[in-house]
């Protein structure tokens, strides 16, 4: 079974400034597929950004952007120009047969 | 378009009663997701279909949880005697389709907490 570690769980950050957030998973297998996805309080998890693992070059969407190290297991998240709306728990997911969540990581970003 | 749909978006009930759930996926997404979501931890998959037939239901607590999809389209998740700790945010999503070496974006519902006491 794919396990996916979150280490941070909680992170601020102000207005306007830049937070990475940490992943790391654990898998036998060569192809997969690496996601980070959003869920404020109201709950709707929100794809942010995708990442397939045959891909060398880091996935980007906007201020969202990603550190994929395939060799280190490693699937960071860097949300720069930091925004209110941005406040919301992150999960970092993996995928092969089946959707594996982490444990999330709580942004809470400062007026 | 329409995104998934999920009712009720709150349930209280007493321990040893039972509770459903109805999930409403996108239109045309042929593979529907049911997962758990304990408060302070990520989602996880309770079962999946895809059309009308169980594709992984190995996390599903059999004895107390069932699931159906009816013609492929809406889905009913029941528990039935409900626990406390079965106390959570059941959450519904839906893929285009999913098979071996393809993946599509899952969309999720706005799920349903369900607070046994």
């Known amino acids: 079974a794919q396990t996916v570690t979150q280490s941070q769980p909680e992170m601020s950050v102000q207005e306007a400034e830049t937070v990475t957030l940490s992943c790391t998973y654990d898998t036998s297998e060569n192809n997969y597929y690496l996601f980070w996805y959003k869920q404020p309080p109201s709950r709707q998890m929100i794809l942010v950004i995708r990442q397939e693992a045959y891909k060398q070059q880091n996935a980007t969407e906007n201020r969202f952007s990603v550190n994929f190290q395939k060799a280190a297991k490693s699937f960071s998240l860097k949300i720069s120009d930091s925004q209110l709306g941005d406040t919301a728990m992150y999960f970092c997911a993996f995928m092969s047969d089946k959707l594996s969540f982490g444990a999330g990581t709580t942004v809470t970003v400062r007026a | 378009e329409a995104g998934v749909a999920q009712s009720p978006r709150y349930k209280i009930i007493e321990k040893r009663q039972s509770v459903a759930f109805w999930c409403n996926p996108i239109?045309?997404?042929?593979?529907l997701y049911w997962y758990q979501q304990i408060l302070g931890q990520g989602p996880k998959l309770l079962i999946q279909?895809?059309?009308?037939?169980?594709?992984?239901d190995s996390q599903l607590p059999k004895d107390r949880f069932s699931a159906e999809r009816l013609k492929g389209v809406d889905s009913t998740l029941k528990i039935q005697p409900a626990k406390l700790e079965d106390s959570a945010v059941y959450l519904c999503?839906?893929?285009?389709?999913?098979?071996?070496?393809?993946?599509?974006?899952?969309?999720f519902g706005p799920g349903t907490r369900l607070t046994v006491t």
């Open positions: 239109s045309g997404h042929a593979t």
């Open positions: 999503a839906s893929s285009r389709r999913h098979g071996v070496g393809t993946t599509y974006e899952q969309y």
């Open positions: 279909f895809q059309n009308n037939g169980v594709v992984d």
